[in-house]
């Protein structure tokens, strides 16, 4: 072989070598998790994952006369959390869940698990029900 052909392939290998050692990088950083605090905002961090079929029903709706969020759990009033969401009938409803006076410590496994089989987390109902939004939170 000549010279020529000789530092050819040797840089050719490194070149290989520097896009195995790329896709390696890469890979992991996809396998990386996202964690969420129970203090930050989904929506804040990552925006809105959907989209309305209606250009006039963009993720908002009025309730009692005010512009509101549809389906964004925020601090609540009277309950710990509340949400708006429409109902069968296309009435935007309140939701409140959750006890003010409580914290939730869903970062322990066995508190995690107890909840969920409690409230039939696996199964939880209509969006207009608290059982819906607090599993979802859980």
Request: aromatic share 10%; hydrophobic share 30%.
């Amino acid at each position: 072989m000549s010279e020529l052909a000789k530092e050819m392939k040797r840089l050719r290998d490194s070149i290989v070598d520097a896009i195995r050692d790329e896709e390696t990088i890469n890979s992991e950083t996809v396998t990386n998790e996202v964690v969420i605090e129970d203090d930050q905002d989904f929506h804040e961090e990552f925006g809105y994952l959907a989209f309305s079929e209606d250009e006039n029903d963009m993720f908002e709706a009025e309730y009692q006369g005010r512009k509101v969020k549809l389906n964004k759990p925020m601090r609540g009033d009277v309950k710990k959390f509340k949400v708006y969401v429409k109902n069968d009938k296309g009435n935007v409803i309140k939701v409140s869940f959750g006890d003010p006076n409580m914290k939730i410590k869903k970062s322990n496994p066995a508190r995690r698990k107890s909840f969920r089989a409690r409230h039939n987390c696996d199964n939880p109902g209509p969006k207009t029900k608290a059982r819906y939004w607090s599993c979802r939170k859980w």
